[in-house]
């Protein structure tokens, strides 16, 4: 069970260091990248950061903004890496609008697999449980489904317990000691 | 086509436009038989490539067509990507 941790900005924001590369060997930098899961994609940044990096360009796309209006970008793939882990994904290229922070959405919490969890201070992502078991979809009573506020910090040291569902529990040899 | 392959990715906004014109021609019947999926267009080939996922449907694309230019469309959706950002100039310069 693989945990990152990463923290919250002065603006309340939580962050994350990233790595991320092209097609170039050797030549990759440390990106410290805003959780948005306002944003729907893999990755986004200023195209401007985006060229010493080698990423390869692939074309456009269309983006919803917040507004509902639409807004052309153009797109690379690049390679993220955090700690061991490293997958391929869509970097969208900001040119003179969209924010100049580098912004990592949903799509990249889907292809590494991970939740994220605030606790205080605290950002923290872990594994994603296999699956969200039905039980966890639809309340069975009036009690909401989701984890109780009050029982978030004990989630700090044992992050991925919370979501873990009993009935589909890791097998003993994947659990940790 | 011919102005299209001549601009190559000098131009963006043509691409995109020229993507977005592309779809028009299988959009009914892309959004009864692959809504939610991803779908690059080819804009050289006027090409399609489907998948579920947007990397996988771009990766499909350049394996075939390893030249190409795409743009990528989620089918049944107005965009690709939802972005938590809004502008007074929402527009990129290269695109106006």
Redesign the interface.
């Known amino acids: 069970m693989t945990a990152w941790t990463g923290y919250l900005d002065n603006a309340g924001s939580p962050r994350l260091k990233i790595t991320l590369r092209g097609v170039w060997q050797g030549v990759e930098q440390e990106l410290d990248a805003i959780v ?7 990755l ?1 940044m200023p195209m401007v950061d985006a060229f010493p990096l080698g990423l390869v ?11 509902g ?7 690379a ?1 690049g390679t993220a890496c955090v700690g061991k882990e490293s997958e ?3 970097v ?1 290229l ?6 100049s922070a580098v ?1 990592i ?1 949903m ?1 990249f919490l889907r ?1 590494f697999n991970k939740s994220l969890f605030l606790i205080k201070e605290a950002v923290i992502l872990v594994d994603s449980p296999p699956t969200v078991p039905a039980s966890a979809q639809q309340p069975q009573s009036a009690a909401p489904a989701a984890v109780p506020a009050e029982a978030a910090p004990t989630t700090t040291t044992e992050a991925a317990a919370p979501t873990q569902p009993k009935e589909e529990a890791i097998p003993p040899e994947e659990q940790e000691p | 086509m011919a102005e299209i392959m001549e601009h190559q ?1 000098s131009n ?2 043509q ?2 436009e020229k ?2 014109e592309i779809y028009k021609r299988y959009q009914t019947a892309y959004e009864k038989e692959h809504a939610g999926k991803f779908v ?1 267009i080819d ?1 050289k080939t006027e090409k399609l490539y489907v998948a579920d ?3 996988e449907a ?2 499909n ?2 394996a075939d067509a390893p030249l ?6 989620k089918v049944g ?11 007074n ?7 106006r």
Do not use: C
């Open positions: 948005d899961t306002g944003f729907t994609g893999f986004s360009l692939y074309g456009t796309t269309t983006t919803i903004l917040a507004d209006s639409t807004s052309y970008k153009l797109m793939v391929v994904g869509i969208l900001n040119m003179g609008s969209g924010p912004l959405g799509e292809i | 990715i963006p906004k691409i995109a993507g977005e690059a804009v996922t947007a990397v771009l990766q694309a350049r190409g230019l795409f743009h990528l469309i959706a107005a965009g690709a990507f939802r972005v938590s950002y809004t502008a100039d929402s527009v990129d310069w290269l695109f």
